[in-house]
């Protein structure tokens, strides 16, 4: 019976010893992603600071905040778009035709061309927009009955 409970005991003991390792491969896994975000929310400050505008928009319940949005003319801002909901969205700027040819189109995803992201649940994307001149753009979701349920706003450019 020694024999027995020395080995169960020498089990016991390599993991124990390997629990540690194990922690330590997840912590490294939280600091690599603290590390992305800050360097990721860094590069936005950064931005900030040299004069270029940063709005940060929330999506909740289908709904942009702010849904109203003021820009100086000439400016380019840049849009960090945080989708909070646990269904897909995207962030859409352009006029009504934009927009009109947005709702039928057949584009399945977003982010090539400025202006225009898809956003994953639980997801933050960023695009930069130049407004060249006074007037009034739209923003909008075109996935299946998104728009029409409301899932839009304005961006007044002055």
């Known amino acids: 019976m020694v024999g027995l409970d020395d080995r169960l005991d020498a089990r ?3 993991v124990a010893a390997r629990e540690p390792l194990h922690r330590l491969g997840f912590v490294r896994g939280r600091l690599f992603l603290a ?3 800050l360097a990721l929310f860094g590069a936005g400050c950064r931005q900030a600071e040299a004069g270029a505008p940063v709005i940060a928009i929330e ?8 849904a109203a949005i003021r820009v100086e003319a000439g400016s380019t801002v840049t849009f960090v778009v945080h989708n909070g909901d646990p269904i897909a969205h995207e962030f859409l ?5 934009a927009q009109r040819r947005h709702e039928t189109g057949t584009e399945p995803e977003h982010g090539a061309r400025p202006g225009e992201l898809s956003i994953p649940p639980g997801e933050t994307r960023i695009t930069s927009y130049t407004f060249p001149s006074d007037g009034r753009l739209l923003v909008g979701c075109h996935l299946p009955r998104h728009y029409d349920y409301g899932m839009r706003g304005t961006i007044t450019i002055r």
């Open 12 to 14: 016991r003991r390599g």
């Open 35 to 37: 590390l992305g975000l």
């Open 59 to 66: 999506i909740e319940h289908s709904r942009f905040d702010p």
């Open 93 to 97: 700027i352009g006029d009504a035709a």
